[in-house]
Structures are given as C-alpha cells and as structure tokens.
C-alpha cells in the first residue's frame, strides 16, 4: 500500500538519485584502481621474489595489472614458468612464517 | 593555536571562494583572527565577493617575489578589524609562485593570525599543488552532482597521498525539495560514497547572488539560510557541537504518511 503510493509520488526505482548514485559507485570503482607507479614496481619486485622460491619464472615477460569488470577490480598477473623448483626452499632457514612454504 | 585550512574541491565552481569568503567572515565575527589567501594566480575572485576590489595594491606574487612586504599585501575588511586578504595576481600565471614559497608564507602568516584561510583554484595540477602545500587541513566543497562527487573523492586520494589528515566535506547547493523527490543525491547518498566526515551543509540560495552581487559575504546577514549554514560551519570548525540543518529527512505529504505507518525506509 504505502510501497504503491511512493511509486506513484516518487516513482521509486526510477528516482534520477538513485540512478546517479549507482553511476557513482561504478565510475569510483574505476578511479579507485589506480595504484602509484612508485607502489606499483614495489608490488612486482615483491610478487618477483616471493615465487622465485618456489617456480623459476621469466622476469621480463611477466605481465601484472588491474583489471576492472563491471563492478569489481581484480588484480590479474600472468607469470610464464620455465620450471618448477625441487628440494629445500633457497635460502634454507629464511622462514617465511608458519604454515607458509613447508615444501615437500 | 593556528590552523591554516584549504579549501578546495577539484571541479570548478561548486562554492569554493563563497565558502572560504563566508567561513572567514563568520569566523571573524566569532573574534578570530583570520586572513584569506587567494590562491586562484590569474583568475582572482575572492576579492570581489568580499567587495574589497577597489582596495588592491600589491598582490601575493610581488610578496612572493620581494616587491613588498607581507604586510603591505594584506587587504583590511570594511567590517572587521580582525579579517584580512591577501589577494591573488591577475596578470600572472600558476607557475609565478611554488609549493615551497606556499608553505614559507602561509607559515608567517599562521604566526600572526588564528586561521589562514587558502581558497584553491579548481583541477589537480600546480595551482592546486600549491593551494595545498603550507595546508594543515583541507576542506572539500561539494555539490550533489555526479562529476563534483567523483572529483572529490579523486582530492581525497591526493590529499592522503601527500599526508594530510583526512579531509572534512561541506556540501553545497542542495535543494531540499528535488533531494525529498529523490531527484537530488541527499547528504547520506554522498557520505556513503566518499566516506568523510561532513563539515556543513548549504543549501541553494537565491541569497548567494544576493550578497555576491554586493560583495557583501551572507554570512553577515541573518535572514539568509545559507549565512546560518556558514556560521554553523564557523562554530564546528571551532569545535563546537552543533546540529546540521535537516535538509535531508522527507518532510512534506509523503514524510508524514511514512510516520503515520511506521515506515523505516
Ligand atoms: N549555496 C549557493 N547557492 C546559490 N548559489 C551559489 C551557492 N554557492 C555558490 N553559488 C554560486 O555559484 C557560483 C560559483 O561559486 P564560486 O565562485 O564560489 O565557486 P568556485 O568553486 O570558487 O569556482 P572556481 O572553481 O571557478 O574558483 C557563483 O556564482 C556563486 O554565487
Ligand atoms: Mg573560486
């Protein structure tokens, strides 16, 4: 009853506000993606060094970015693998916190 | 304790030389001393709105580049003994003055006055780089207008980038009426959004043009809704307490059915 009365006083679904705040939302989306060069490269080197323990990978085709969908951002990396790595992890004692890198 | 505040907003036009002409005033006519700086180098502005145009003789470019002392730069109110302005150079471009000169004048300046007030010129780029440098904190002028909404969030980021405390949000020009229709984003619609906290809110007010046309601030006269919001302002950033206007709630036909059944929404 009172859901009928605002649609025909306030044609709730269409209110141009709601339209705008969903534009909003979307196009911030976007705008927010963006990261700091300087940030950026400190990402990569870090994404470099942590699978080098495990995966012998080729630095200079690797290719990471941000990639926008209709409304969610993922962070896409695509990383060629020459070969996988066997035995103790390099570095030996360099722990790299509980549970993490027990290699077989 | 001195404070130097930004006020800025990315998108033009949306209130910033109105707020920082008003919020002075205001603060002025609470007893504090306070001296506006019209960072807009090539497009002044702040002055006419003040109505202190005619009062000009040098200008923050000769101060920065040593043609005169700071003190002779400083453009006394017609009402107030205690509110002053440093206006911009109209001939000269951004680039006539950097973020280290900024910083160096907007630190004399705090150590004479209680609140230095920089009204930014719209965009990202020098002009704004250098509204922003000798900054304490940073106001943001919005009004409910995707692209104003958008751009403030983009100033929020750069903000936080150079390490300012978080920016507080004043949101201009809202019409009760469309926001009630749901034809206008309201407050909650744009807090929501950018999430800051919000300074003000003023509506939109034929009283604006009014006082401009006069250069007159409207801070100054009580009948204007938009003077209340600006004094209101004042106070919070005083660190008063006090209540927004409620401009957001349905009032009217339709607030009063929804009351009448309980409605949440
Ligand atoms: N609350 C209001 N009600 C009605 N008119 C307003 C209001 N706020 C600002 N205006 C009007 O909007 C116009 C732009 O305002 P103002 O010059 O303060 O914006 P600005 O952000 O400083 O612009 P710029 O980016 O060019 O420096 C002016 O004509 C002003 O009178
Ligand atoms: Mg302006």
Redesign the pocket.
């Known amino acids: 009853m009172l859901e009928l009365i605002q649609r025909l006083f306030l044609r709730e679904g269409s209110a141009s506000k709601d339209v705008a705040k969903e534009r909003l939302r979307m196009v911030l989306v976007h705008d927010r993606a963006t990261v700091a060069p300087h940030v950026w490269e400190a990402l990569k080197v870090d994404l470099i060094r942590v699978i080098s323990r495990y995966l012998d990978i080729d630095e200079a085709s690797m290719d990471v970015q941000l990639q926008t969908e209709k409304d969610a951002v993922a962070l896409v990396a695509s990383i060629p693998v020459r070969r996988v790595k066997r035995g103790p992890l390099p570095g030996g004692g360099e722990a790299l916190g509980p549970g993490v890198g027990a290699a077989p | 304790m001195s404070e130097v505040i930004v006020i800025t907003?990315g998108k033009?036009?949306?209130?910033?030389?109105?707020?920082s002409a008003n919020l002075g005033a205001a603060l002025a006519s609470l007893g504090k001393s306070v001296v506006l700086i019209d960072a807009?180098i090539g497009l002044r502005?702040l002055d006419v709105v003040m109505g202190l145009e005619n009062r000009i003789v040098y200008h923050l470019v000769d101060v920065v580049e040593g043609y005169c002392r700071l003190n002779q730069a400083l453009i006394k109110d017609k009402r107030f003994d205690n509110l002053c302005l440093l206006p911009a150079a109209q001939t000269k471009d951004k680039t006539a003055v950097t973020p280290d000169q900024m910083r160096q004048l907007c630190k004399e300046l705090k150590a004479e006055f209680d609140f230095v007030l920089v009204d930014s010129?719209?965009g990202i780029e020098q002009g704004f780089k250098n509204a922003i440098a000798g900054a304490d904190t940073a106001i943001i002028?919005a009004t409910p207008e995707v692209s104003s909404v958008r751009d403030a969030d983009r100033i929020i980021g750069l903000l936080e980038a150079e390490s300012m405390p978080p920016p507080r949000l004043i949101c201009?020009?809202i019409r009760p009426a469309m926001v009630r229709r749901g034809d206008m984003l309201g407050i909650s619609d744009i807090l929501d959004i950018l999430a800051i906290e919000l300074l003000g809110v003023?509506?939109?007010?034929e009283s604006?043009?009014v006082s401009?046309n006069r250069g007159e601030p409207a801070a100054l006269s009580q009948g204007s809704r938009?003077g209340v919001a600006f004094r209101n302002i004042a106070r919070r950033v005083l660190g008063e307490d006090v209540p927004f206007m409620n401009l957001d709630e349905t009032n009217g036909f339709l607030g009063r059915l929804k009351r009448m059944f309980g409605s949440t929404r």
């Open positions: 907003s033009g036009g949306v209130g910033k030389t109105t707020t807009d502005n010129p719209a002028v201009n020009r003023v509506p939109d007010d604006i043009v401009t938009a």
